[in-house]
């Protein structure tokens, strides 16, 4: 188990190197108040003075500390000599004879074995993001420390919760130090270290009041109580590190840190250690085993291998999961292109298919929210139009006084004894006009789902497209190209459909009525209604007895002008003029339905032969002949800075990722336990 934190140091060097830490991995955050005792809990932890010191908020970075327990010089160099000796973090660094040393991430492959220099590169690095009037910031300083007399560790030390903005501190200085501190120790996977002074109320404590926020169960929890050789004579800390005032499942443990007057007497950490072991047999006994700073330094040790086992196998299963994610992404953007002309004809030929495919319904990404492609001209066909078409009325807009002026007009200066044929061919041809406008719709609303097409292939059906912006366009350029030629060809088809219908009123169609028929089943109907012929003779001399009332006839002493258009004035019709209308309607309303019948089975047919057909056959010859040109196809395949960019990105994280699998994989599972 004691190999399993170096891994975990390992893995964030991993991920470090990408510039991302897309897996939570475990570590110790420390959290406390300003000028609770952290810095020095965690020089107490290293065993030298590496921190920076001073009046007010001095840590403002995150600092990620991880501690690498090495041999001493001696036996590393007897190990570097040494023949099959596996690689680890002690001879990572050959040739370096210093017992103790660190390094910074920012500062690559320079050593710094003087640790009041690392302390100066922690003060600069700092200024460098935050500035130097006390500004805080969340990009965390990464440090390596590697000595014979640490444990192995990962901490993060926060900046201190503070309450009033000093130097060029924002308002929300507070609010921010939250956050960060809430951003860190939110994860599921970090093991929170409270440290609280001892000479202020417990129940006060902002850093177990944040630690509660997240784990209120106390599960991840461990509490330090600093500084207790300060606190007021007659008092001491043995309920609260007995866990009596506020329990803490992980445990409480007491801890001395160094004077001010000690720091500035430069008095050693081993000084102190010993000193604090003292003081803790004189006053504290029976706690004397479970206290103090070694102690300390053992029992995270301890929580952090345990932690990272039960962690380890959730761990493993993210990192594999990302695997497969990023490199599922790394395929969608494709290879580098080498063979322009192959990939130009791979590109087309596969745009091409995805288009047919949505039409004919094959596609592989079928969208669920709503209808596309075939689907949807098969809805603009049978739906769309075909209900626009049965909702005409085959008499619309036509009245009896209009039918009957066009029987009259028809005749001429004769009165007709039949019904003249002319007048029903006028009318007729008026309904059937009206089957134009939605047939000219119909092709309309097709075209403009052509179109949608092309949009819908290059979203969801050809990823590679997207990487080439300039082609892109010019694919689509060139379809709608095609789509605006066949355009105007199918508008004159189906205009000529209804032009085809009015040029020949075809009287004999087997489905059409015979005026005879109609005329004699109008006359019988109305024979029982009325009392035969006598009947109609008494109208008829009423009629030449009654004044033209009929059409609008001048009264005496008003000038005549003929060439005025008779007015028609509501009266009831006369027998005759009711039957006449009758059978004119009937006539009508059968050859109507007859050609709206036609109409609805030509129009989506012809659609379908010199639009959709005509673009599904020629689309993909229509590509290459506009676009397999050598002279553009350099131009055309020049891909975008984004897609490049990303495609390297996602290339780096696999590989960090895969680089974390290897690392994971080499810890046996008998190790673990």
């Given at each position: 188990?004691?190999?399993?934190?170096?891994?975990?140091?390992?893995?964030?060097?991993v991920?470090?190197?990408?510039?991302?830490?897309i897996?939570?991995?475990p570590?110790?955050?420390?959290?406390?108040?300003?000028?609770?005792?952290?810095?020095?809990?965690?020089?107490?932890?290293?065993?030298?003075?590496?921190?920076?010191r001073?009046?007010?908020?001095?840590?403002?970075?995150p600092?990620?500390?991880?501690?690498?327990?090495?041999?001493?010089?001696?036996e590393?160099?007897k190990?570097?000599?040494?023949?099959?000796?596996?690689?680890?973090?002690?001879?990572?660094?050959?040739?370096?004879?210093?017992?103790?040393?660190?390094?910074?991430?920012h500062?690559?492959?320079q050593?710094?074995?003087?640790?009041?220099?690392?302390?100066?590169?922690?003060?600069?690095?700092?200024?460098?993001?935050?500035?130097?009037?006390?500004?805080?910031?969340?990009?965390?300083?990464?440090?390596?420390i590697?000595?014979?007399?640490?444990?192995?560790?990962?901490?993060?030390d926060?900046?201190?919760?503070?309450?009033?903005p000093?130097?060029?501190?924002?308002?929300?200085?507070?609010?921010?130090?939250?956050?960060?501190?809430?951003?860190?120790?939110?994860?599921?996977n970090s093991?929170?270290?409270?440290?609280?002074?001892?000479?202020?109320?417990?129940?006060?404590?902002?850093?177990?009041?944040l630690?509660?926020?997240?784990d209120?169960?106390?599960?991840?929890?461990?509490l330090?109580?600093?500084?207790?050789?300060?606190?007021?004579a007659?008092?001491?800390?043995?309920?609260v590190?007995?866990?009596?005032?506020?329990?803490?499942?992980?445990?409480?443990?007491?801890?001395?840190?160094?004077?001010?007057?000690?720091?500035?007497?430069?008095?050693?950490?081993?000084?102190?250690?010993?000193?604090?072991?003292?003081?803790?047999?004189?006053?504290?006994?029976?706690?004397?085993?479970?206290?103090?700073?070694?102690?300390?330094?053992?029992?995270?040790?301890?929580?952090?291998?345990?932690?990272?086992?039960?962690?380890?196998?959730?761990?493993?299963?993210?990192?594999t999961?990302?695997?497969?994610?990023?490199?599922a992404?790394l395929?969608?953007?494709?290879?580098?292109?080498?063979?322009?002309?192959?990939?130009?004809?791979?590109?087309?030929?596969?745009?091409?298919?995805?288009?047919?495919?949505?039409?004919?319904?094959?596609?592989?990404?079928?969208?669920?929210?709503?209808?596309?492609?075939?689907?949807?001209i098969?809805?603009?066909?049978?739906?769309?139009f075909?209900?626009?078409?049965?909702?005409?009325?085959?008499?619309?807009?036509?009245?009896?006084?209009?039918?009957l002026?066009?029987?009259?007009?028809a005749?001429?200066?004769?009165?007709?004894?039949f019904?003249?044929?002319?007048?029903?061919e006028?009318?007729?041809?008026?309904?059937?006009?009206?089957?134009?406008?939605?047939?000219?719709r119909?092709?309309?609303?097709?075209?403009e789902?052509?179109?949608?097409?092309?949009?819908?292939?290059?979203?969801?059906?050809?990823?590679?497209?997207?990487?080439?912006?300039?082609?892109?366009?010019?694919?689509?350029?060139?379809?709608?190209?095609?789509?605006?030629?066949?355009?105007?060809?199918t508008?004159d088809?189906?205009?000529?459909?209804?032009?085809?219908?009015l040029?020949?009123?075809?009287?004999?169609?087997?489905?059409?009525?015979?005026?005879?028929?109609?005329?004699?089943?109008?006359?019988?109907?109305?024979?029982?209604a009325?009392?035969?012929?006598?009947?109609?003779?008494?109208?008829?001399?009423?009629?030449?007895?009654?004044?033209?009332?009929g059409?609008?006839?001048?009264?005496?002493?008003?000038?005549?002008?003929?060439?005025?258009?008779?007015?028609?004035?509501?009266?009831?019709?006369?027998?005759?003029?009711?039957?006449?209308?009758?059978?004119?309607?009937?006539?009508?309303?059968?050859?109507?339905?007859?050609v709206?019948?036609?109409?609805?089975?030509?129009?989506?047919?012809?659609?379908?032969?010199?639009?959709?057909?005509y673009v599904?056959?020629?689309?993909?010859?229509?590509?290459?002949?506009?676009?397999?040109?050598?002279?553009?196809?350099?131009?055309?395949?020049i891909?975008?800075?984004?897609?490049a960019?990303?495609?390297?990105?996602?290339?780096?994280?696999?590989?960090?990722l895969?680089?974390?699998?290897?690392?994971?994989?080499?810890?046996?599972?008998?190790?673990l336990?």
């Amino acid at each position: 188990m004691e190999t399993l934190i170096p891994t975990i140091n390992r893995l964030q060097e991993v991920f470090l190197t990408v510039g991302a830490e897309i897996v939570q991995l475990p570590q110790i955050v420390v959290v406390g108040s300003q000028s609770s005792g952290k810095s020095s809990v965690l020089e107490s932890l290293v065993g030298r003075d590496f921190l920076p010191r001073g009046s007010g908020i001095v840590t403002r970075r995150p600092l990620v500390l991880q501690l690498f327990n090495v041999a001493p010089p001696q036996e590393r160099l007897k190990t570097e000599n040494g023949n099959g000796v596996k690689q680890n973090a002690q001879n990572s660094y050959p040739g370096v004879k210093a017992e103790e040393w660190g390094t910074f991430l920012h500062c690559k492959n320079q050593i710094f074995t003087d640790f009041q220099e690392i302390r100066q590169e922690i003060e600069a690095e700092t200024e460098r993001s935050s500035g130097d009037n006390k500004g805080i910031s969340p990009e965390p300083i990464y440090l390596k420390i590697f000595s014979p007399k640490v444990l192995n560790l990962t901490l993060v030390d926060l900046p201190g919760i503070t309450k009033v903005p000093v130097g060029d501190q924002p308002e929300d200085i507070e609010a921010q130090v939250q956050e960060m501190i809430l951003s860190f120790i939110s994860n599921p996977n970090s093991l929170i270290l409270a440290v609280s002074p001892a000479n202020s109320d417990l129940a006060t404590s902002d850093a177990l009041k944040l630690a509660r926020e997240v784990d209120p169960d106390g599960r991840r929890t461990l509490l330090v109580v600093s500084k207790l050789d300060l606190m007021d004579a007659g008092t001491d800390a043995l309920e609260v590190l007995l866990g009596r005032v506020i329990p803490v499942r992980l445990g409480i443990i007491g801890v001395v840190n160094r004077s001010q007057h000690d720091i500035n007497t430069q008095k050693s950490l081993e000084d102190s250690m010993r000193d604090e072991q003292a003081f803790l047999q004189r006053h504290y006994p029976s706690l004397v085993s479970r206290a103090g700073s070694r102690y300390l330094a053992k029992t995270l040790s301890r929580l952090l291998m345990h932690h990272i086992r039960d962690c380890l196998p959730d761990l493993k299963t993210r990192v594999t999961v990302l695997s497969s994610q990023y490199q599922a992404r790394l395929n969608s953007y494709g290879q580098p292109v080498e063979d322009h002309s192959a990939t130009l004809l791979q590109i087309v030929t596969k745009f091409a298919s995805d288009y047919c495919n949505t039409i004919e319904g094959t596609a592989r990404h079928i969208q669920t929210s709503e209808l596309c492609g075939g689907a949807r001209i098969c809805y603009i066909f049978h739906e769309t139009f075909g209900r626009t078409l049965q909702s005409i009325d085959p008499l619309g807009g036509l009245t009896d006084l209009d039918i009957l002026t066009a029987i009259r007009n028809a005749t001429g200066p004769r009165p007709a004894l039949f019904v003249p044929e002319v007048s029903f061919e006028l009318l007729v041809k008026r309904q059937i006009k009206r089957l134009e406008e939605p047939s000219m719709r119909c092709v309309e609303l097709v075209h403009e789902e052509l179109q949608r097409i092309i949009q819908h292939c290059s979203s969801f059906s050809t990823q590679e497209l997207l990487r080439f912006p300039k082609l892109h366009d010019s694919i689509v350029e060139v379809v709608t190209g095609l789509l605006r030629k066949r355009l105007p060809i199918t508008n004159d088809m189906v205009h000529n459909l209804v032009a085809i219908e009015l040029a020949y009123i075809n009287t004999k169609h087997p489905d059409f009525t015979d005026a005879a028929q109609v005329s004699a089943s109008v006359n019988s109907q109305q024979a029982e209604a009325l009392d035969g012929g006598k009947r109609w003779k008494n109208e008829k001399v009423a009629e030449e007895k009654a004044p033209a009332t009929g059409f609008g006839s001048p009264s005496k002493g008003q000038a005549i002008n003929l060439l005025d258009t008779a007015v028609p004035v509501s009266r009831k019709l006369s027998a005759r003029e009711q039957r006449d209308c009758e059978v004119i309607q009937r006539l009508i309303k059968c050859y109507f339905l007859i050609v709206r019948k036609s109409i609805q089975d030509s129009v989506p047919k012809t659609v379908m032969h010199f639009l959709v057909n005509y673009v599904k056959e020629h689309l993909q010859s229509e590509l290459v002949g506009q676009l397999y040109k050598q002279p553009l196809l350099q131009e055309l395949l020049i891909e975008s800075q984004d897609t490049a960019q990303q495609r390297t990105e996602v290339a780096q994280m696999l590989e960090a990722l895969k680089k974390a699998n290897n690392i994971i994989s080499e810890i046996r599972e008998t190790h673990l336990w």
